[in-house]
């Protein structure tokens, strides 16, 4: 928990500087549109105009990646508070989604063989709710590990069949996971299914 708090920490420093001086570019980048640029002669006007888009586009990314990865370390440094874990307004669709994706980017760089598809079917009408985020990410963790697991199981015993048997399964076979949510009267259902190997029923 340490270690990882100290991480994110170390990680927050320098991106709120590239979310900063990003935020001053795009605010000089709509001064030179408003003020510079009708000033300019026909040519000159096209050619800057044109400059002036892709530093836009360009700006655009770097703040739309900075905010992923500011969404990283916010998750990195709530997995991290170990013994003081308090209850707060949370947003269950969204920990959905940051889980599914945190369990699959993990997988995938566990098992270089990994390859499986996910969907998310999220009920839209589910109000906020008290939870502590960082233990309700944990369960959602393991779940969606869990039917990772399942589908790369179910596809390596698959492959270890004889080539032609590996293309029709392969053909066959689209490892999938899928997380849903559903409001149901006071309560909320939250439900992670796979297309793997299944539960024996003596478990």
Known sequence: ??????????????????????ELNMELIAEIEEDQIPNLDGNNQAAVESIIKTLKKNSEKINHHGN??????????QHS???NATRELININSL????????????KAKEKTFD????????PDIPALMAVPQDMGRVLLNLINNAFYAVHE???????????????ADSLYKPTVIVSTK???????????????GIPSGI
């Open 183 to 197: 409001k149901s009267d006071n309560k909320i259902l939250i439900t992670v299914s796979d297309n793997g190997m």
């Open 68 to 77: 992923r990865i500011d969404g990283i370390v916010r998750g990195m440094l």
């Open 154 to 168: 179910k596809k390596k015993q698959q492959q270890q069949a004889s080539l032609n048997d590996k293309l029709q």
């Open 96 to 107: 959905c989604d940051d889980s599914l994706k945190l369990a699959y980017n993990g997988f």
């Open 1 to 22: 928990g340490e270690l990882t708090s100290g991480i994110a920490h170390e990680i927050k420093n320098p991106l709120n500087f590239i979310k900063n001086f990003c």
């Open 81 to 83: 508070r170990l013994g």
């Open 116 to 123: 499986a598809s996910f969907e998310t079917r999220f009920d």
